[in-house]
């Protein structure tokens, strides 16, 4: 079983900054990463990286958006710059294992035109 705790979010105006993070506990962890979900769109992916070290990073946020993983903390931090009123969403952590997914309990993000 995989806990996931997430912290950061909040309102900023267009073009600020912010950061959240989100540390997960557990074992066999590969993939880490963050999803969002804007009123009455379905949650979409924003940034994930593998234990690899490869990450993906949507295109919508590609530029302004970065993700920094620590696996032996079992940390990933998204970094948002640049920020823009649609990118106003639920945040949400994402972990998966070779077996499972879990997801954290997400995180408002609000950003003021």
């Known amino acids: 079983q995989v806990q996931v705790a997430e912290s950061g979010g909040g309102l900023v105006q267009a073009g600020g900054s912010l950061r959240l993070s989100c540390v997960a506990s557990g074992r066999g962890i590969e993939v880490m990463g963050w999803h969002r979900q804007a009123s009455g769109k379905q949650r979409e992916l924003v940034a994930a990286?593998?234990?690899?070290?490869?990450?993906n990073i949507a295109g919508s946020v590609k530029g302004r958006f970065d993700i920094f993983r620590d696996t032996a903390k079992n940390t990933v931090d998204l970094q948002m710059n640049s920020l823009k009123p649609e990118d106003t969403a639920v945040y949400y952590c994402n972990v998966k294992t070779w077996h499972d997914e879990y997801w954290g309990q997400g995180t408002q993000v609000t950003v003021s035109s």
């Open positions: 990286t593998l234990s690899s070290g490869a990450r």
